[in-house]
């Protein structure tokens, strides 16, 4: 988060104080009494439950430091045992804690880790063989020999030659598409399809997709010809 | 009794890939139940040979590893009955498989199959060690080069380092023309070298390039002096006594030319 030491967190039950660092403890307690005088007339006349997170206080000390909390905000201050805040009080006011940049971060670790698509833009060759926990998405081509295996969708910009696994742990709704799809060997979930011995004259270059349909994989273009 | 052979060089790119297809072919066609081990993990090449790369779904890593059985992963050939293929993994490292591994894979696979013919990867690393650690008899492919044949001289003393001293020289890609010419070592020339027994002979043939871009080994193509050749290996490995072949005889050249010197 940040490198401060003390951080206040305010939740509905009440304020949480996380002391991020092990330090002496007469240094912990002037680090709180400083933060909470910044704020004095924020909690003036309220009675405060404060808790402490990050490092094991001793009651004596606990309660040293809620005294001296009560001395510095003007109010009183009762103390919080093993706090275990269930939302924030506010979502704006948590927020107010990240900067600009964290808040993007946060925005593509979401589209990142909870989309699980992982993306590459170089031809995959020969003894090459990618694993995604979700999707993959190649902009280039595979060539023989190469394997993809996805528990998602695979897409492919570029031509595949080589062995290509969707939907790995069995998801049946996974599905396979290329711009010129001639893969060694294709699988969707169980279901399993090899090209044909013979060279295939009927195949275009046209874009096309693979899906499973009454337990057996279909391959159609994916842009269908208008009558 | 079954035999597991091991084909192997040294030296790259001097066949040891087309003679094991050809031999497990040949073999399969006189009725034998043969398997191809490719050991060449990262490089597989047998599969695309014989055609059936596109029927893999288990490797030999998986079989040594215990993820499938070797009844699973043996693929078997879509024209010769009696023809499987184990082939190697390509997306693993050849320290994937321990010695120990191939031993215990070669007496499992002793029970099921006439012949086991292990395709050894070029090099004397950790593949060549795999390759030849459950094999009872060596073949070693060499070519009419001096740099072919000093590979085999350091392979034939590896074998013999791991105690296998049934072993079998194959010269691959003899040129009659340039070997009359005195360009090319003659057959007699690589024995005086190696000192080891012959086990046959295959001429160069651009056959061979054309059956290994299709996946079909020569050793079917009754027109094909190199499939010539790979016949009478598998004759001889089957314990019958073929005459060597006679490389000027077979060539349209050749024949004129006997006829003009009975003439003479």
Known sequence: MNNETIVLKLYKEGMVVYITKELPFEDIKNLVCEKFGKSENFFKGLPLKVGFKGIELSFEQLNDLIGAISNSIGCKAVLWENPEPEESFEKEESKKDLSGEEILDNAFKIAIEDEFTKFYTKTIRSGQLLESDGNIVVIGDVNPGAELVATGNIVIMGSVKGTVHAGAKGNREAIVAALNLSPTQLRIADVITRSPDEEDTLHGAAPEIAYIKNNHIFIEEILQKRK | ?264
């Not at chain 2, 003679?19 to 490089?43: E, F, Q, S, W």
């Not at chain 2, 007496?107 to 012949?115: A, C, G, I, N, T």
């Not at chain 2, 890609?173 to 080891?196: A, K, Q």
Request: proline letters at 3%; hydrophobic letters at 40%; a neutral charge.
């Open chain 2, 1 to 264: 009794m079954s035999q597991v052979i091991v084909i192997t060089s040294g030296k790259g790119g001097v066949g040891k890939t087309t003679t094991t297809a050809n031999l497990g072919v040949g073999l399969a066609k006189l009725g034998k139940k043969v398997v191809l081990i490719d050991t060449d993990i990262g490089l597989r090449n047998l599969d695309v040979v014989l055609g059936l790369e596109n029927r893999i779904v288990y490797d030999l890593v998986d079989v040594v590893t215990g993820v499938c059985k070797p009844k699973q992963a043996a693929i078997k050939d879509k024209r010769f009955d009696g023809l499987f293929l184990i082939p190697a993994a390509q997306t693993k490292d050849k320290d994937a498989v321990t010695v120990e591994q191939m031993q215990e894979l070669c007496e499992k696979l002793k029970k099921e199959y006439d012949f086991i013919i292990i395709d050894c990867p070029a090099g004397i690393e950790q593949g060549f060690k795999n390759a030849i650690a459950g094999a009872d008899k060596a073949l070693i492919v060499t070519t009419p080069e001096v740099s072919a044949v000093r590979d085999a001289d350091r392979i034939i003393g590896l074998l013999e380092a791991n105690e296998i001293y049934d072993h079998y020289l194959i010269i691959n890609r003899i040129r009659p023309d340039m070997v009359r010419r005195g360009d090319m070592m003659n057959v007699d020339d690589i024995m005086e070298i190696l000192n080891i027994n012959l086990i046959g002979i295959v001429p160069d043939d651009q056959d061979i390039i054309v059956s290994t871009n299709k996946g079909e080994p020569a050793v079917v193509n009754p027109k094909s002096m190199a499939g010539q050749g790979y016949r009478n290996i598998t004759e001889r490995l089957n314990g019958n006594n073929v005459p060597l072949m006679d490389l000027d005889s077979n060539t349209l050249l050749g024949k004129i030319k006997k006829i003009f010197s009975k003439k003479q």
